[in-house]
């Protein structure tokens, strides 16, 4: 924190508005590149699991980023909320990047919508770790999801450095394709998002149909708002020998598993998959003795009920034998299981980019989605997969029905996703962002657009 006269001491919070004047950026005219930059993840630690609680692919593009910024020099701070007493001030979770827990509210998992209440001490917590620091410590802030992006407009403006956002998801589109009763978001998010539209410097989509969102649902200047799409581990996800991988998860190797990988939670609809096994069962019964439904994954926020709901409707539609229910998993034994499938199954009401699909297809795995959101993008529809217009589980049966009969078909779709997926790197992900803080610090960001 500083104090008038640029001195070091003690200060009010005092969260950004409109209403005060801007002094930010009275730094702008030195070096554009970036030596430090403070990420703002409130409500999910990069040190978490993806595919339970709130944790899943923004977890995922935290620490992926953090790490190819640190490779390329540039320090990351990031800051995200104590859930236990007993976890460190700091934790180093590569050379480069440090994790920071910020008391703010009472430890344990907290539902995102009520994290909104703790907003003040976090942003104490993160101003008064910054103060401990020369001044100038960061140079710029990134905000991941719209709690963040509050915490981190109140500390860019503190510092008056730039700020930039990343919503992740948005409140508006969600509300306009909700899942059969799935709960709407609250309108104090969407006045949130709202807000942050108008004052962050800069917002980054994750594929172009989220950047006509942020201008057609929110206003969003398109002179401010970035497309740079999410990357995929290239390393890690690989194409591999099928057979192997079936027997590596424990199935046999004449089994045709639908594979749904994700957080347990409505809007992800894995409900669809189980309905889409009961048609194709309808369709061809023969398929009985080697189908297998895999869903991988863990509870999420108000969904904590969804496993149980899936376990009923798996019985009231006769398949209860053929599902497997599995807790998230490592990266490495998630590759198996991408590389087992015969199809991954991604049925959300609503995706911002669907880092599932892309990782699946790197490991050679075609993939049938919704025609949601960024899945256009994540899939190259009749190339790299099939996408699905609506949820209706007959029409996902007949294609995924196809490339069981049509093994040919199905293999040249699996060859031509691995193709599809390298075009998504973390590396092409980071020149992207990195063109855009640059732009941000000069006060000149440029709009970018990748792999669109």
Known sequence: MKAAGGERGPTLVVPYSPDVPDTRFPSRGRSPFPRRIATISLH???????????????????????????????????????????????????????????????????????????????????????????AGHYDLVHGHYWLSGRAGLAAAHRWGVPMVQSMHTLAKVKN???????????EGRIRGEEHLVRHADHLVANTADEARQLTGYYGADPARVSTVPPGVDLDMFTPGSRTAALRRIGLPPDTELLLFVGRVQRLKAPDVLLRTAAALLERDPSLRDRLVVGIVGGLSGGDRAEPQRLSSLARSLGIA????????????????????????????????????????????????????????????????GVLIDGHDPADYARTVHRMITEPTWRDALGRAAVRHAAGFSWGASVDGLLDLYRGTLVGEPLPVAANQ
């Open 321 to 384: 034998d053929i599902l497997r229910m599995e807790p998230p998993r490592s990266r490495t034994e998630l590759a198996h299981y991408y590389r087992a499938a015969t199809a991954t199954v991604v049925p959300s009401y609503s995706e911002s980019f669907g880092l599932v699909a892309v990782e699946s297809e790197a490991c050679g795995t075609p993939v049938v989605a919704a025609r949601v959101g960024g899945l256009p993008t994540a899939v190259r529809d009749g190339v790299s």
């Open 176 to 186: 306009a394709f909700l899942a059969e009763g799935d709960a709407p978001e609250p």
């Open 44 to 134: 999910t630690s990069p040190l978490e699991q993806p595919g339970t609680g709130d944790a899943g692919g923004m977890n995922v593009y935290v620490v992926e980023v953090a790490k190819r910024l640190a490779e390329r020099g540039i320090a990351v701070d990031v800051f995200t909320r104590a859930t236990r007493p007993d976890q460190p001030p700091t934790v180093e979770m590569a050379p480069g990047v440090t994790v920071r827990h910020i008391p703010a509210g009472p430890f344990g998992d907290l539902d995102k919508h009520a994290l909104a209440r703790h907003l003040c001490p976090f942003i104490f917590g993160v101003l008064q770790t910054e103060a401990r620091n020369d």
